[in-house]
């Protein structure tokens, strides 16, 4: 099994106030060079660090709005962007993270569980719908969107919505950047079989989704009592 050469970008952050046992958390896109049509390459050395130096304005925008959803406890503090090669490890020593000498802040007031997320579902389709690098997912910390009691505790269509066109503006903040040299990347869906698929459209679904790894690294404190018949 071999993966299509690809850079995989991250960001991620603490989700309460910034301190020795805060929850970190973290989201990953795939991408290649070229045009949505055609991905092609990867970034590599200097270009990796100038695209992060232009995507970190756009990213934090999307991250702020009120409308992502994400609350004011979660922080935005850095993002990454490394060529991952053909054994899916990466392939540049180099690091390639810019952590932001200041950290971006959610725009929502309020929120439920903090391993909770209306998650993000990329397609590959008007494109190839079925196989391998046609299907994937995201999991934001936009538990600020809260479960409608009106709909058994599920997404209302409106949440659903704005977190559609949120979705498409996280994206966009990655495929609408041109670096010095005329490169941009293209979000791609990328499998370790090596299919490769360009990101064409995004679904939101109305469960609220749970971050299992995140659930079960949740510290549990108890409460006593005693039972004397």
């Not at 071999?2 to 958390?25: C, K, M, R, S």
């Not at 993000?120 to 190839?128: H, I, L």
Request: aromatic letters at 8%; glycine letters at 10%; one cysteine or more.
């Amino acid at each position: 099994m071999t993966y299509q050469p690809h850079n995989l970008l991250a960001f991620g952050g603490t989700l309460e106030v910034v301190g020795a046992d805060d929850e970190i958390w973290e989201c990953t896109i795939r991408a290649l060079t070229g045009t949505i049509g055609t991905p092609a390459g990867l970034l590599e050395g200097a270009d990796c660090d100038e695209f992060l130096a232009d995507w970190e304005t756009p990213l934090k925008a999307w991250f702020t709005a009120a409308n992502t959803k994400i609350p004011s406890t979660v922080k935005l503090t850095y993002a990454k962007c490394n060529p991952i090669g053909a054994d899916g490890r990466y392939s540049d020593p180099d690091p390639h993270t810019r952590v932001f000498s200041a950290a971006a802040v959610g725009g929502a007031a309020t929120g439920s569980l903090s391993f909770g997320s209306v998650v993000y579902s990329w397609r590959s389709s008007p494109g190839p719908s079925r196989g391998y690098g046609t299907k994937g997912r995201m999991y934001p910390p936009n538990f600020g969107i809260l479960p409608s009691p009106t709909m058994s505790s599920c997404v209302g269509s409106s949440d659903r919505s704005t977190a559609c066109t949120q979705a498409v503006v996280l994206i966009n903040s990655i495929a609408s950047i041109t670096l010095g040299d005329g490169a941009k990347l293209v979000p791609c869906l990328v499998s370790k079989q090596g299919a490769v698929h360009p990101i064409r459209s995004v679904l939101v679904g109305n469960v609220y989704d749970v971050q299992r790894r995140r659930k079960n690294a949740v510290k549990e404190t108890y409460t006593a009592n005693v039972f004397a018949p």
